[in-house]
């Protein structure tokens, strides 16, 4: 007759219950495997399979009782690494919608909006665009395989373990998020010149020729400068994704290390 004890139970329990926490404070606010368009049962779903995949190559887990005060500290803890490292991802695609926005600000699309399922909210057309193409390069790059590989890397990192955690990797994401800025105007960069040289042109002929609609004639100017830089410009955003994405993937590293006391 096998027997199990409740020290044995605690154990097994704890073998896949600390990193099912880990996994699915990041699956709820990662952009592309936790996409708010699927159904919650589908991300919990998955969750239970990655875990169940990673959990016997993982380091030991910690002898601690689930239900008790330690238990309760360290599953704060994970929920806390877990979210840190989706949130992470999340600024890159924060600054693809700000490119987005934008740029359709310029060219005049600021009005049209759609459901975003993502973000849950209305979202300009443009960023839209750039969120599901961003999406696309990054599937078809194995973005998402570098992402698992990433937050199982952070179990070596970052053990479970009733330690307190340190400061020092939610500095490294701050400092990093204040590049969101910056990175979403790069990205949108050759279509704002071009829109800038497109709206002095424009100025120009208004001068010139003051008895000219401009409105007639500026709207579907910027409009189709706008889209046809954009097609023009479209090749080299891949490797600008693939640039950002493997800062961010090494953000994730740099915060994990610095949450280890």
């Given at each position: 007759m096998i027997s199990v004890t409740s020290d044995q139970l605690n154990v097994w329990l704890?073998?896949?219950?600390?990193?099912?926490?880990?996994?699915?404070?990041?699956?709820?606010?990662?952009?592309?495997?936790?996409n708010r368009s699927a159904?919650?049962?589908?991300?919990?779903?998955?969750?239970?399979?990655?875990?169940?995949a990673v959990a016997p190559v993982l380091p030991e887990m910690p002898k601690v009782p689930l239900l008790s005060g330690e238990g309760v500290l360290l599953l704060g803890q994970q929920i806390v690494i877990g979210l840190s490292l989706g949130f992470v991802l999340r600024l890159v695609f924060a600054a693809i919608e700000f490119s987005g926005q934008?740029?359709?600000?310029?060219?005049?699309?600021?009005f049209a909006t759609l459901f975003d399922?993502?973000?849950g909210a209305?979202?300009?057309?443009?960023?839209?665009?750039?969120?599901l193409?961003?999406?696309?390069?990054?599937?078809?790059?194995n973005g998402h395989h570098q992402v698992v590989i990433a937050v199982v890397d952070s179990f070596k990192q970052v053990p479970v373990s009733a330690e307190p955690m340190s400061a020092r990797g939610f500095y490294s994401i701050l400092y990093w998020s204040a590049s969101l800025f910056s990175t979403g105007l790069q990205i949108a960069l050759p279509v704002s010149a071009a829109l800038l040289a497109s709206n002095?042109?424009?100025?120009?002929?208004?001068?010139?020729?003051?008895?000219?609609n401009i409105f007639a004639v500026g709207f579907p100017l910027t409009l189709a400068a706008g889209f046809f830089v954009l097609y023009m410009a479209i090749?080299?955003?891949?490797?600008?994704?693939?640039?950002?994405?493997?800062?961010?993937?090494?953000?994730?590293?740099?915060?994990?290390?610095?949450?280890?006391?």
């Open positions: 704890a073998m896949f219950f600390w990193p099912l926490v880990r996994i699915l404070s990041w699956l709820s606010v990662d952009p592309m495997l936790g159904p919650a049962s589908i991300r919990v779903a998955f969750g239970f399979v990655l875990t169940l934008f740029m359709g600000l310029q060219m005049g699309l600021s399922p993502v973000n209305q979202t300009p057309v443009l960023s839209q665009f750039m969120v193409l961003t999406i696309l390069i990054l599937f078809a790059s002095l042109a424009i100025g120009m002929m208004s001068r010139a020729a003051p008895q000219l090749g080299y955003f891949p490797s600008m994704i693939e640039r950002v994405w493997g800062d961010a993937l090494g953000v994730m590293a740099a915060a994990s290390h610095g949450f280890v006391p």
